[in-house]
């Protein structure tokens, strides 16, 4: 890349010095030894912090001091971090090429798995690049001179809010009620912002540093471990090797010939190649919610109805593994529809 933008500037101030490209035999009768492009490096040509000579763009969500900020940070320490007010538009400030990466949360060891954007993964049409895991602190935060008895409502993410539920009801008890807010970092902002005596905010001690916030109680959640799973997608795919420990991430739905039986068929695929899968989730498939079936009795005829399922599976592999390879061609023979999320290297 750094070659063509030399070449292409070269070009133009080639053609103002009254150069007639017509007259050019090839591209090397162009360039004067003083005006020779920039050696490629590798860093202009490894998928670093750097695109195009200039820092990754990384899309979040949340203000500064969100827990998804952090975790962009993470997986690119020299990017510009770009907030976004919700998920899908991370998703779409990618598609619009107005950001390089997203960084979005998928599971929780608390909460579970952030269904939105295992929905927003099937609805838009980027590759999973990487992964990052995060540890999760909650403090409780409002502001200066506030006390906890002068609190009646708690605001932050759903996610957040799960993650410090039994927390919250046996610090505050029941009357502090609880609101969502789209990020952790957008509520403490709020409660700054707004002067709100009678509300604190569940985010971390970062985003109490940057909206001026004391912290009332530190460590809300209500598992120590607290662990969160984000994705890192991207307009092209990663490209898989061996080598590394890998995981790939598909998702499939059924044939109409395969009925309920469709799963098991599934993971035996993986099974039999003693490929381990980490994650398995299922979602109601939007355009055909139920199948009806006819099953046999006791000799007698009965329609049985299913609920539909989309499903998405992590196994333990790359795709530049022929195992991984031969599990995918035995499993698009059981799925009306199937495709490979990404294959990226694991964060371990
Ligand atoms: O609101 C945030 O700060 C987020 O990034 C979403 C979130 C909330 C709780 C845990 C992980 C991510």
Redesign the pocket.
């Known amino acids: 890349m750094a070659l063509m933008q030399s070449l292409l500037s070269f070009s133009s101030s080639s053609s103002s010095s009254g150069l007639k490209m017509s007259t050019l035999k090839s591209v090397t009768d162009l360039i004067p030894t003083h005006n020779l492009p920039n050696w490629l490096t590798h860093d202009d040509l490894s998928p670093g912090p750097k695109i195009h000579g200039t820092k990754l763009r990384v899309a979040?969500?949340?203000v500064p001091g969100?827990?998804?900020?952090a975790a962009a940070g993470k997986a690119y320490p020299n990017s510009v971090p770009l907030p976004c007010k919700q998920f899908e538009a991370a998703f779409e400030a990618v598609e619009l090429r107005i950001a390089d990466r997203a960084v979005v949360?998928v599971e929780?060891s608390l909460g579970g798995s952030i269904h939105e954007n295992y929905d927003l993964l099937l609805r838009h049409r980027l590759h999973i690049v990487g992964e990052v895991l995060l540890r999760?602190r909650h403090s409780l935060l409002a502001l200066p001179g506030v006390r906890k008895e002068h609190l009646r409502r708690v605001l932050s993410?759903p996610?957040?809010l799960s993650?410090c539920e039994h927390t919250l009801t046996s610090q505050m008890g029941p009357n502090v009620r609880r609101e969502a807010f789209d990020?952790?970092?957008?509520a403490a902002e709020f409660v700054a912002a707004n002067n709100l005596r009678d509300t604190a905010a569940i985010?971390s001690a970062h985003a109490a540093e940057l909206y001026g916030l004391q912290v009332l109680e530190d460590g809300m959640e209500d598992d120590s471990g607290n662990l969160?799973r984000f994705l890192i997608l991207a307009r092209e795919p990663f490209i898989p090797r061996t080598g590394r420990r890998f995981k790939t991430s598909i998702v499939f739905a059924g044939n109409d010939r395969e009925g309920p039986g469709v799963l098991f068929k599934v993971l035996s695929a993986f099974g039999l190649r003693n490929i381990g899968l980490t994650k398995i989730e299922s979602r109601p498939h939007r355009s055909r919610p139920i199948r009806v079936l006819d099953v046999a009795e006791d000799d007698i005829l009965r329609t049985a109805k299913y609920f539909e399922y989309i499903f998405y599976v992590d196994f333990e592999a790359s795709m530049a593994e022929v195992r991984a390879q031969n599990a995918l061609a035995e499993v698009q023979e059981f799925t009306s529809f199937l495709r490979v999320l990404g294959s990226y290297p694991m964060d371990i």
């Open positions: 979040h969500l949340g969100s827990y998804s900020e949360p929780n999760v993410h996610q957040a993650q990020s952790t970092a957008g985010a969160t």
